[in-house]
C-alpha cells in the first residue's frame, strides 16, 4: 500500500505564491500518474493537477497559467506551484494517483485571505 504525506500549505495572502511537496513511499510512485486534487469546504473533491503515464502535465482551467506540477522521481515526490492565489483556492490539496486513487492523505490547507 503506498503511502503519501503532503505538506506546504499555509495562509497567504491573495496574488501570492506557496510550493506543496507530497512525499510517496513504494517503487511503483516512478511509473504512476500522479496529481493534485483539493476539497474546499462543502464541496466535492476536484482535480487540480496531474501527469499522464507519459509524463504530460496538465491542469484544470481554474488554475491553468498560475499553477505548475513537477515530480522528482529519484525522491518520490510531486510538488505544486502555486502563483497568484485567489481566496477560491482555498481548500485542503491531497496528492494522489490520477484515475485510480490509492487510500487518501492527510492532506494539506491552503488559506487564501488578507
Known amino acids: 500500500q503506498v503511502q503519501l504525506a503532503e505538506s506546504g500549505g499555509g495562509l497567504v495572502q491573495p496574488g501570492g505564491s506557496l510550493r506543496l511537496s507530497c512525499a510517496a513511499s513504494g517503487s511503483i510512485f516512478r511509473i504512476t500518474a500522479m496529481g493534485w486534487y483539493r476539497q474546499a469546504p462543502g464541496k466535492p473533491r476536484e482535480f487540480v493537477a496531474g501527469f499522464t503515464t507519459g509524463g504530460n502535465a496538465y491542469y484544470s482551467n481554474s488554475v491553468k497559467g498560475r499553477f505548475t506540477i513537477s515530480r522528482d522521481n529519484a525522491r518520490n515526490t510531486v510538488s505544486l506551484q502555486m502563483n497568484s492565489l485567489k481566496p477560491e483556492d482555498t481548500a485542503v490539496y491531497y496528492c494522489?494517483?490520477?484515475?485510480?486513487?490509492?487510500?487518501w492523505g492527510q492532506g494539506t490547507q491552503v488559506t487564501v485571505s488578507s
Open positions: 494522489n494517483r490520477v484515475g485510480l486513487p490509492w487510500s
